[in-house]
């Protein structure tokens, strides 16, 4: 009798509660998907919430993981076989009225891998090919960073940022830092506010950045009191988005990285005196994991700044509580399946 072979998944079987379970290792990939052997997975805030219970589209159990590199193993006519690819881990249906406009990243039925169905936190995992990008020039590391760096990138793609800009990112996280870093790239002054000490310091430490706030009620004070040209909300947190429009400055935007389940509340008149934009921005596309991947082979962005630990799956279970616990320290931890 064939034994079918077996691998250790990380999941999230309840709230609170992670563990190593066996799955069944797959070994045949459907028509225009493709096997992949995982070799690195960042663990971010979304991975972090499903631990505590607190994201809103999710069913347990579930195999967490969408910040993935790995190895193609079943070789298709666009990609080699041990080619070491970053997956984009939206799998949008390709028909609907935004798919058939490009925005494939705001698919009205997505399916996020590690949220909507299993993700890559295991050794295997079947991908759509179209979804998988050859990560020429980057480490298995580096490869497993970009998906959280094309969140920011995207933002920033969106929000139409100019080097005449003056630019706030509110939240020092890792998706906050990534947005910095590109806003930076695209040549604007750059601020940083967080209630966090420790990002901030961090923020300093590893990237430069010297623009840094606590306070948003201090704030508009000196050269800032005419506001700022964007703001991008990296916070999740609806009063710190409520507490940014005052910070806009007339013709301004604010761009909404992140998600939170509430209503947001704000003044029309002072809302429509400084004539903003609201522009919310989702995941990523094909194009902004491009532009992150040009950034890291070109130094452009330091990986090894980003990464605050790298660790083996089978520790992960020991760990996962004091990782999420804290993460005013931690930039991005990896694991190794």
Known sequence: MKI???????????PGQFE????????????????????????????????????????????????LSGVVVSPD?????????????????????????GKLNCCSSIEVLG???DGGLCRRI????????????????????????????????????TNMDRVLVTGAGPIG???????????AEVHLLDLSAQRLAMAKEKFGFDNLHSDPATILQGQLSDGFDLIFDATGNTKAIEAGFPLLAHGS??????????AIQFDDAEFHKRETRIIGSRNAL??????????LRSREIDSDALCSEILDLADLPARFGALAGDRGNVIKAVVRP
């Open 4 to 14: 079918n072979p077996t691998m250790n998944c990380g999941v999230c079987v309840t």
């Open 126 to 161: 079947a991908v759509p090919v179209s979804n998988l990008y050859p990560a020429d020039g980057l480490t298995e590391i580096e490869a497993a960073m970009v998906e959280f760096l094309a969140i920011g990138a995207h933002a920033v793609a969106r929000s139409g940022i």
């Open 177 to 187: 830092l990534g947005t910095a870093l590109f806003a930076r790239l695209s040549g």
């Open 20 to 67: 190593l379970l066996e799955r069944p290792l797959p070994d045949v990939a459907p028509e225009g998907w493709a096997l992949v052997e995982i070799k690195a997975v960042g663990l971010c805030g979304t991975d972090y919430h499903i631990f505590e219970g607190k994201h809103p589209y999710l069913n347990y159990p579930r195999v967490i993981g969408h910040e």
């Open 253 to 262: 935007s604010y761009v909404l990285v992140s998600v939170v389940k509430d």
């Open 77 to 101: 006519a666009t990609i080699a076989e041990g080619t070491l690819v970053t997956i984009n881990p939206y799998l949008s249906c390709g028909t609907c009225r935004a798919c058939q406009r």
């Open 286 to 295: 094909k194009a902004d994991f491009d532009r992150v991947m040009l950034a």
């Open 115 to 117: 949220v909507h169905r």
